[in-house]
């Protein structure tokens, strides 16, 4: 057993006298470099005497070649030399445990020989990076700090979880020196793979000490810390994809928390949410990047979800409005200081949206008579900060995107509020008229592109809500004949809908004029067809049968000829060739409807009038269509 552990010692000090003499070679081959290269001597300059100054000739511009600008020398892509460099560092990791593993097995050493081997060890590798200081080898010093920390830590904490040698307390404390060395060796050594290493052994630490009662204060105020130190070394190195991974981290560990700490002690993560959106707004400020604030803030808001309570209270909404302030604030505070804003104004979506919208649920429970007060107040708060951002004059390029997500939100808080307000038709004749305004302000706010785009799909889902919602002939039980809410409500949508059809700009864009024409007109024509069911329905609620009774199904199919002539006599050259089609097919499906179904089914006098009235329809649209087009075919003189 003793010749097994000198052999053991032997290999680490033949392993540590290879390193020294590396360093040493590197050594003499610096002190040749300075023997060896030319140095300049001082001669004696001769007595200048007085002569004619004679200025050379003036070299043309063109002529002088440009002294190119010195540039630094891209970082080192990812080849095979680092992951020689990686896996050799894995493996030596590797090999210490299974000796470890075989020291246990063998029952070799005593466990605290054991320990104190491998903290031997641990602070050998660790020396030996720390000493090599040719850039070439920089790689490998690397490698070997941190397989040196890893070492260390690992044997730390087998110490407690296994041999018992050190109590709970001090081995928590020794892990967390063990990090912050591997924090200090990362900012001292440049070397980015162990700041990665050094937050993740940070952020595991307190996990490895399961507890039964645990303090919650003093887990959330540790990875806080961690995160904190995280932070700071990724500012001074400059690495920006640590700060991300730190943000990750931090907030699993914050996720984690907020799903098992009990509702009774949720006020505590909510308090550090306000230190974690304060630790990164700072570290978004001095990094000047603004990807770290969109990170905490999505972040943010899935910890908040994760500690949302059962059951809603009033502690909570209050919580949940103060976090709103709190992420909402540095997009303003840090626009100034970023180089690309644009992940600012996402980030205020993201939160913005996250909190109305679980604000208004807990508010329909608490407050259900003024639930509409809190998007109300959303609405006004960006509705102010869209003037007050309008007035900015930094960075014109991203005035549209600050105008758009502002107005956006107003907007969005403002149909929010709508919806708590009115209920089935009155929801829809609003964001109709809503939809219509939309478009109409694009033409005195050309720099808000997204503005009626909003508009146009608000439009879009009132026609589809309209024309595809069977629940509208269940509204309502026994309404009025012809003046109901079926006549304002239609008749206004489809009204609002020709509105934004003409408002829209630009009058190029044949397709979109077209669609909303489209919608308009066949949301009139669902208005002419419920109200004859009005009319002709019987029990409670409209019954929408086009077949019977028989002056009903009459009805239908006189309406849907003079439909179909109405939009053939609208249809001209300067309109939509859909408005044409629209009418052929009306025409062609009351065809269709009185020789396949009316025909057979009405009585003699019924289909006498019914027949003769779709003939003079024909007739009519025939002759008038005729005389339109031959004097549209036309063409007109020309005056000398």
């Known amino acids: 057993m003793e010749l097994q552990v000198l052999t053991a010692i032997l290999l680490v000090a033949l392993i540590a006298q290879f390193f020294w003499l590396l360093s040493l070679h590197d050594k003499v081959a610096d002190l040749q470099k300075q023997v060896f290269s030319p140095r300049p001597y001082n001669i004696p300059q001769p007595t200048p005497t007085t002569q004619p100054v004679v200025r050379p000739a003036a070299v043309p511009q063109s002529m002088t070649k ?20 990686w896996v050799g560092g894995f493996l030596l990791l590797l090999g210490i445990a299974f000796w470890i593993k075989y020291t246990l097995e063998k029952n070799l050493i005593s466990p605290s020989m054991r320990i104190s081997g491998a903290l031997v060890f641990g602070a050998v590798l660790w020396w030996l990076g720390a000493r090599m200081k040719n850039p070439r080898a920089k790689l490998t010093a690397d490698t070997l700090c941190a397989v040196g920390l890893s070492v260390a830590y690992i044997a730390l904490f087998s110490a407690h979880a296994f041999y018992h040698l050190i109590g709970r307390v001090p081995s928590f404390a020794l892990l967390g020196l063990t990090t912050l060395a591997a924090f200090a060796t990362a900012v001292w050594k440049k070397a980015p793979y162990v700041g990665i290493l050094a937050q993740i052994i940070g952020f595991l630490t307190p996990f490895l000490f399961p507890s039964a009662q645990p303090n919650w204060f003093f887990f959330l105020l540790f990875v806080l810390c961690i995160a904190a130190a995280g932070a700071a070394a990724s500012i001074w190195c400059k690495w920006p994809k640590q700060l991300i991974a730190g943000i990750v981290m931090c907030s699993l560990c914050f996720f984690w928390a907020a799903d098992t700490i009990p509702g009774t002690r949720i006020h505590l993560v909510f308090s550090f949410l306000i230190a974690f959106g304060t630790l990164y ?38 919580w949940f409005g103060v976090l709103f302030v709190l992420f909402a604030l540095p997009v303003f505070l840090l626009q100034p200081h970023v180089e690309d804003e644009t992940h600012l104004w996402w980030a205020l979506v993201v939160t913005a949206v996250m909190n109305g919208c679980v604000m208004y649920g807990m508010g329909k429970e608490l407050f259900p008579l003024f639930k509409e007060l809190i998007p109300a107040c959303f609405t006004l708060l960006f509705s102010e900060a869209l003037y007050q951002v309008f007035l900015w004059k930094k960075r014109p390029e991203k005035q549209p995107l600050r105008l758009a997500v502002l107005g956006g939100l107003a907007v969005f808080f403002l149909t929010y509020t709508f919806i708590g307000l009115f209920k089935c038709q009155m929801l829809t004749l609003v964001l109709a008229v809503e939809g219509a305004f939309l478009i109409g302000l694009q033409r005195h706010l050309p720099t808000l592109p997204k503005m009626k785009e909003l508009g146009k799909f608000l439009l879009c889902t009132v026609a589809i809500r309209l024309l595809f919602n069977p629940c509208v002939l269940s509204y309502y039980e026994y309404i009025p004949k012809v003046f109901n809410w079926i006549l304002y409500t239609y008749g206004l949508c489809g009204l609002a809908m020709w509105i934004a059809a003409r408002l829209w700009q630009p009058r190029t864009d044949k397709n979109t004029i077209a669609l909303l024409q489209g919608f308009g007109a066949a949301v009139w024509f669902a208005l002419l067809n419920l109200e004859i069911a009005v009319c002709f329905s019987e029990g409670p609620h409209i019954s929408l049968d086009f077949t019977s009774p028989m002056a009903a199904a009459a009805t239908y199919t006189i309406v849907w000829a003079l439909c179909g002539a109405a ?27 009185l020789f396949l179904c009316d025909i057979w089914g009405f009585s003699t006098g019924t289909r006498v009038v019914v027949l003769v009235s779709v003939a003079v329809i024909m007739m009519t649209v025939s002759f008038v269509y005729q005389r339109f087009k031959t004097t549209l075919a036309t063409p007109p003189e020309k005056t000398e």
């Not at 440009?66 to 460099?85: D, G, Q, T």
């Not at 707004?281 to 999505?298: C, E, G, I, R």
């Not at 053939?568 to 409807?593: D, E, I, M, Y």
């Open 281 to 318: 707004a700072a570290t978004a400020y001095f990094s000047k990047n603004a990807s770290v604030w969109l990170t905490a803030a999505v972040a943010g808001v899935l910890v908040q979800l994760a500690a949302l309570p059962p059951s809603p209270t009033v502690v909570a909404c209050v």
């Open 66 to 85: 440009p002294v190119p600008a010195h540039r630094p020398e891209p970082a080192a892509p990812l080849n095979w030399i680092k992951i020689f460099s």
């Open 567 to 593: 939009c053939l006599f609208a249809a001209s050259p300067k309109a939509a060739p859909w408005l044409h089609k629209t009418g052929l097919v009306l025409v062609g499906a009351a065809l269709l409807k």
